[in-house]
């Protein structure tokens, strides 16, 4: 599913890679060109994990650091490479130029085993450990954010978690320039989902972009057939069960409607409250846009629902790192199986998968209204999977990721007409972990994701300074 939202930014990462003169008579090779094939292969590895590479650097002093700064400019996330002992100045000079772009060290030592003629030579070649803290050591002292990748150059795994960590600090970028589109305000009375939008840009960086109702209504009447048609097209290879004609008109012209907004607005992500005159009560619209939201979220630009643009902050967070975001209530749990509902009111996230049929169907939750609108039913496939949600704390600490690990089992709740699955807490209490869920301040939307999203929102919060918090974990403060 191609996106057609302009408002989404390229996004790339580039590669540094420093290296040092001291030592060259321990080695029988060019230092700078070993140094730049190790950042070349580097990125074609981060290439097929889904990470762009927008440029590789090469620097050996303080004054090629700088030169090579300028070649970096614009990229969204910085990795350096360590394999070797280098002064500390030389790639400083080079992150001194670059001060707020999110930091990635890759401790990228040669091999993955030692043989017994290891010699000088060989610590000057594969000296990753301790160039590392030469570098490290001063980021600390100078409270530079970064987070830190060790393995083998070589290894699958440590090139995994070097992406991983990648994405997670391109999201960081992202959400510090992010804009996000709030059509209307939350609905009467909830203030579980209200936010300071001048704390927020401060602290963060994200700007909230005020849209009155009235203009999503006025860009959903001006949608042209062909538009209407396009995106009739784009929903119709589900399985469309007992959907009547004018609700799967109107759901399908809402697409396009909201397409409109985050490209005009140039906007990263967007909040909606359909609940007012000019939207799910006007003769003009006269739905709840549930599908729209889905297919732009699926699209890459997640929406949320009733105004809650505290969780658009958490969508953006795993969607910018390249994540499936169901929004989502709790709904219920077994207490038996430590096993909750995971549904919501018709929103949903494509790039998840499904487990059988997409079913697009009438809306249960507006059945009463003249025209219910229509949303997609599936069930989400079972494995590792986690919770994330964003929360406001007045006082000091501003605002706070909050995480939970656990999983999405077997069962199903069909019934419910939505998008559904059954979530369970990691631990051996997962309702112990809900209290402390409850407790860490989220409300009751939140972001189910693949399990990857815990740890991708922790290095968020390393890079941008903002508080996580997991609930799994006894002491509720993250320590990844």
């Known amino acids: 599913m191609a ?49 762009s590479v927008g440029r590789v650097v090469v620097f050996g002093d303080r004054d090629e650091a700088v030169k090579a700064a300028d070649q970096l400019t614009g990229v969204d996330a910085i990795a350096v490479v360590q394999t070797m002992g280098v002064q500390p100045a030389f790639a400083i000079s080079l992150l001194d130029q670059l001060s707020n772009t999110p ?58 978690s070097l992406a991983l960590a990648l994405r997670a600090a ?90 409109s907004i985050t490209a005009d607005h140039r906007c990263d992500a967007g909040v909606m409250n359909c609940h007012v005159d000019t939207i799910r009560f006007s003769p003009e619209v006269g739905i709840a846009p549930c599908l729209g939201l889905g297919m732009a979220t699926s699209l890459g630009v997640p929406w949320t629902c009733a105004g809650d643009a505290l969780t658009a902050v958490a969508m953006l967070a795993v969607k910018a790192a390249g994540l499936p975001a169901l929004y989502h209530e709790l709904e219920s749990v077994d207490f038996e199986t430590g096993e909750f509902v995971v549904a919501n009111s018709g929103e949903h996230d494509m790039t998840w998968g499904a487990r059988g049929e997409v079913r697009l169907r009438p809306n249960g939750w507006f059945q009463s209204d003249p025209i219910p609108g229509c949303c997609l039913a599936f069930e989400l496939p079972p494995g590792p999977a986690s919770l994330v949600g964003f929360a406001q704390i007045d006082g000091s600490e501003s605002f706070r990721f909050i995480v939970a690990r656990g999983e999405v089992t077997q069962r199903t709740f069909a019934s419910v007409g939505t998008v559904s699955a059954a979530f369970r807490f990691a631990g051996q209490s997962p309702i112990e972990s809900w209290r402390r869920w409850c407790q860490s301040g989220v409300n009751h939307h939140s972001v189910l994701t693949t399990i990857e999203g815990a740890d991708v929102v922790s290095a968020i919060g390393r890079h941008t300074g903002v508080g996580v918090i997991d609930a799994c974990r006894p002491t509720g403060r993250d320590e990844a």
Do not use: N
């Not at 610590?123 to 060790?150: E, H, K, N, Q, W």
């Not at 391109?170 to 059509?183: E, F, H, T």
């Open 170 to 259: 391109v999201a960081a970028a992202v959400l510090r320039r992010a804009r996000i589109a709030v059509v209307g305000k939350p609905i009467d009375g909830y203030d579980c989902v209200t936010i300071d939008a001048e704390r927020l840009a401060r602290t963060l960086g994200t700007a909230l972009i005020e849209i009155d109702p009235s203009e999503f209504r006025d860009r959903f009447k001006r949608v042209t057939a062909q538009e209407e048609l396009r995106a009739l097209q784009d929903v119709s290879s589900f399985a469309i069960i007992d959907a009547d004609g004018e609700s799967l008109r109107r759901s399908v012209r809402a697409i396009p409607a909201i397409a």
């Open 103 to 160: 930091l990635v060290i890759f401790a990228a030592v040669a091999h993955e085993s030692l043989d017994s003629d290891f010699d000088h030579g060989s610590i000057t070649a594969d000296g990753a450990l301790v160039g590392t803290p030469m570098l490290t050591s001063v980021l600390v002292r100078r409270a530079r954010p970064y987070d830190l990748v060790v393995g083998s150059g070589r290894d699958s795994s440590a090139l995994d």
């Open 3 to 51: 996106s057609r939202h302009a408002g989404v930014k390229s996004r790339s990462v580039g590669i540094a890679v420093p290296f040092s003169h001291l030592w060259s008579e321990s080695v029988d090779f060019d230092i700078r060109a070993r140094q730049l094939a190790q950042g070349e292969e580097v990125a074609a590895e981060l290439e097929t994990r889904g990470v």
